[in-house]
């Protein structure tokens, strides 16, 4: 079946950088594009990155662009969020998300906690 595994969060200090993964399985990576998102507290969850299929398209909210990198290996099956810089209000989970014409699924989220 389909699984999406988000892994790499943590506590860091702001300033500091994290690298969250998305380990895909049941279904053809390389044919769908992925996502991330993240849900603060108390917020809606919002949309933090996409990337093509082939990995040469990628757009970022206004929030994250400059300081986030999203990237994907098609070869693993993995998508990547690099966050540098990273903030307080960056504080969430984060969650990736598959997104096709027939496909759209979401992982369970990795905690980020930004804190001093």
């Known amino acids: 079946q389909v699984q999406l595994v988000e892994s790499g969060g943590g506590l860091v200090q702001p300033g500091g950088s994290l690298r969250l993964s998305c380990a895909a399985s049941g279904f053809t990576f390389s044919s769908v594009a992925m996502k991330w998102y993240r849900q603060a507290p108390g917020k809606e969850r919002e949309w933090v990155a996409s990337?093509?299929?082939?990995?040469?398209?990628?757009l970022y909210a206004d929030s994250t662009k400059g300081r986030f990198t999203i990237s994907r290996d098609n070869a693993k099956n993995t998508v990547y969020l690099q966050m540098n810089i990273l903030k307080s209000e960056d504080t969430a989970v984060y969650y990736c998300y598959a997104d096709s014409s027939s496909l759209k699924y979401w992982g369970l989220g990795t905690q980020v906690t930004v804190s001093s």
């Open positions: 990337i093509s299929t082939t990995g040469r398209n990628t």
